[in-house]
């Protein structure tokens, strides 16, 4: 039995989508909470996004007629979307909240990029900006000015994971726009099965293991995996779903607001100003994004040669 109607009304879409952006932006407190029981953030995305994904095995297998004759952007999903929400849970793990957050969401720059070069995508000049000013705002964030006076870059790993996601997150939509003959259960469920497989991989290859845990340490990544995370993924499908996409891009900008915000409020970080100024470029970009998305690509219609 669905608790939402295939057929919403605008209202109750975009409740349900800035609902899921809420999710999406208070995620970082649970992964804190993680990090302070010692956990390693390998582990965390095993234990919580690798068990959603043995359920998610099942559904895929059921749905494998419909999406059988694109099984390799299937593998794509599985592959990228996997990277991005593994690199991300490990990067809020390891980093400041608003400098991982102003980082991944510079995807709109990868995005334009993807959509021109893969599904050759009209790209209007508001676009073009928006992919400037998202550069300049990496580079404040990043040092900006203190770059041309001779500092060193200040370049971490967990920035590169924060980029890294934000890549792999813009080359996922782009696949899932590409994909069109896939499932949309398919493609959510691909991003919990990569991201289990990545994991695991990570964990060995880092020499991290499941540690002894108490039943409620248990029972919390359980929750965390089957409850916040796949509500807030099958409430963000559900919206985007429903929505236009400008008005669901200006939407899911509320999780980059909720993020910082609660970081700064209390989570006990702190912003440069020019790290504000960066990230405002940033926030700014992600908008223009959502607002000027990429016109469709025309299909090429082929002249039909007369009878005789």
Known sequence: MNLLP????????????????????????????????????PVVSLLTYGSVGLLALVLLWRDRLAWRSQWTLVLGLVVVGGWANTSFVNAVMLGDVARVMFLFYLSPVWSVLGGRIFLKEHIPPARWLAVAGAIVGLWLVLGGPELLRGQSLDFTLVDALSLSAGLA?????????????????????SVFVGCGL?????????????????VLLWAALLAYGFGWMLLATITWQYGVSHLESSRAGVILLAELVVSVGTALLFGGEQLTPMGWAG???IA??????????????QPVVQPTPPTP
């Open 6 to 41: 295939d057929r919403p009304t605008d209202r109750l879409a975009t409740g349900v989508l800035l609902f899921s952006a809420t999710l999406w932006g208070l995620t970082w407190m649970p992964l804190k909470a993680f990090v302070g029981q010692g956990l390693a953030g």
């Open 169 to 189: 997150f813009a080359a996922n939509n782009v696949i899932a726009r590409a994909a069109h003959r896939v499932p949309l259960r398919t493609k959510t469920l």
């Open 198 to 214: 990545l994991s695991a991989l990570a964990t060995g290859l880092l020499g991290h293991s499941v540690p002894e845990m108490p």
């Open 279 to 281: 990230g405002a470029l």
């Open 284 to 297: 700014a970009a992600a908008l223009a994004e959502a607002v000027f998305p990429p016109a469709p690509v």
